[in-house]
């Protein structure tokens, strides 16, 4: 059998006498970040070769909650990931119902790997199904390999191995791991194209990731007002009496600028005429929480996907 490294996956030369590929190991002890050109194509083989009896842990962020092919699997239980940077008001039963309403009566389970949040509930719900086979799959930076390192620190005796970052497409290829004698099947995550992290630098990235409990910004809007996310982002709005709560990284800046303003009006524009009670989603960046009849412009690089839904909380 080929030898792959323990961190990523990926095949090693049968002559490389280290447990990590280079760049993995520059990744792990130097942080620094080779882009991969791994496509969607490669993950859905992968997909494909998943079958009816193995189990599937689909596992997405609070931020970017995205289950487009939860319907490929039998068995399945959704796990909502990062629970630590949402406020701790914000209780699991309203994003459980949530789920529910929009995706059906599935297992769910909202963790936090970083704070050890429900993993014993989740490790108890996968030991029900009774299956040999437990694959990992979701989108990049969903919290995959994250989740798997810290199942193997309390429920085996091995240490954690699999490369973890902020980083996307930072697993390329599965990885096998057995924890009470259950094999965990890593993969590595679905590329999407519409997120904003594939349109910005490192610096910037590092910037918008959330490190620890959010604090939402809540606003008040009346009349007609603009927002520069970040100097990236410009969101104008129009409305006769509202709120506007923005759920980002604490670090990343947001300043009020004059309506008739023209800065970043150069970018690609989305309108959005929302009903009470509704969120836009600028995707892997923030969740916006809108209350109130608003007319909503957003100015940003046209490939970034940006949507509207129910108020998630």
Not at 85 to 101: G, H, V
Not at 204 to 215: A, D, G, Q, S
Request: charge should be positive.
């Amino acid at each position: 059998m080929s030898k792959k490294c323990l961190g990523c996956g990926n095949l090693l030369d049968d002559n490389y006498d280290k447990d990590l590929c280079e760049r993995c190991f520059r990744l792990k002890y130097y942080g620094e970040y080779q882009v991969t050109n791994k496509s969607n194509i490669d993950y859905f083989k992968i997909l494909d070769s998943i079958s009816e009896n193995d189990l599937v842990l689909y596992i997405t962020s609070i931020f970017n909650i995205n289950l487009e092919y939860l319907k490929k699997f039998k068995n399945v239980i959704i796990v909502i990931t990062k629970k630590d940077i949402l406020p701790k008001s914000i209780k699991d039963l309203k994003i459980i119902n949530y789920i529910k309403k929009h995706y059906g009566e599935y297992d769910i389970e909202v963790i936090s790997s970083v704070k050890n949040y429900n993993l014993d509930n989740l490790m108890d719900k996968i030991k029900k199904y009774n299956k040999n086979k437990v694959y990992l799959v979701g989108n990049t930076n969903s919290g995959k390999s994250t989740l798997l390192n810290k199942m193997i620190i309390n429920y085996s005796d091995n240490n954690p191995s699999i490369t973890t970052s902020i980083y996307p497409s930072t697993t390329l290829d599965v990885i096998n791991v057995n924890i009470d004698n259950i094999t965990f099947i890593d993969t590595p995550g679905i590329i999407d194209e519409g997120s904003i992290i594939n349109y910005i630098d490192n610096n910037t990235l590092k910037v918008i990731t959330p490190k620890k409990e959010i604090k939402p910004r809540t606003y008040q809007i009346k009349g007609k007002g603009s927002l520069i996310i970040e100097n990236m982002i410009r969101l104008d709005y129009e409305v006769e009496i509202g709120s506007m709560t923005i759920y980002i990284s604490n670090d990343v800046n947001i300043v009020r600028v004059g309506f008739n303003n023209n800065k970043l009006h150069e970018l690609g524009k989305r309108e959005f005429n929302l009903e009470k009670r509704k969120d836009i989603v600028i995707t892997d960046l923030c969740f916006i929480k809108l209350i109130g009849l608003v007319k909503v412009q957003i100015y940003a690089n046209s490939n970034i996907k940006i949507y509207e839904r129910d108020n998630l909380i």
